[in-house]
């Protein structure tokens, strides 16, 4: 049976989901305690309760945006047994983030608009816990290339940063009335690990030992 929430953290809940919503339609700079009080439709001094000012405001609109992820990723991923592979864990990891930053729509684009306005000290605060997230997929990538599921070649760092600027670019065009959002994760998965070439033509290309055959000049000519 869930457990209900207090009326006081109700009340907070509304607080911030009024405040991603400001934050995400006029950002840092255009967002008054005042508009947030009349989305959240509170007196204004009932915002005073939870939040002092709107730097406390901002800094918990950051902070649920990217623990939300964190947290939805990591249970999945611990939910995976010992066994699962690379791959297994990766497809695991972009479905439990696109389903995190969808569900929390409001929150992540706010983080979006928002992030590179607000004062120093807060987003000081804030990429601390990014890096942390983000420390869960080098260790899911390491890991894999370790095990000899990636290539050594690649760029581990690149890697990453593409997958995470990707999906969290999601929130911008996913329509909830289009595709599931399990259909995407998968499709989004199998470009990251698959690529867009077809397995045929990848091996025409680099042969089986994943090395690119030398050209053979024609018969009768002279290599210059």
Known sequence: ????????????????????????????AGTTMRAIADEADLKAGSIYYHYKSKDDLI??????????????????????????????????????????????????????????????????????????????????????QKRGEFRTTISLSLVRLFILGALNWTVEWYKPDGRPIEDVAREFASFVLDGLSRPEAAFAEFGANGTKPKLRAPAGSRVV
């Open 59 to 144: 800094t918990a609109v950051l902070d649920l945006g990217i623990r939300s992820v964190t947290d939805g990723v990591t249970a999945a991923l611990e939910a995976l047994p010992p066994t699962a592979t690379g791959r297994e864990r990766i497809e695991t990891a972009i479905r439990a983030h696109l389903s995190a930053i969808i569900q929390n729509g409001d929150y992540t684009l706010a983080t979006r608009r928002v992030f590179g306005q607000v004062p120093e000290a807060i987003r000081v605060r804030n990429t601390r816990l990014r890096d942390s997230y983000a420390g869960i997929w080098q260790e899911i990538l390491s890991q894999a």
């Open 1 to 28: 049976m869930a457990k209900k929430l207090a009326k006081s953290a109700i009340s907070q809940k509304r607080v911030l989901d009024a405040a991603a919503k400001i934050f995400r339609d006029y950002g840092y």
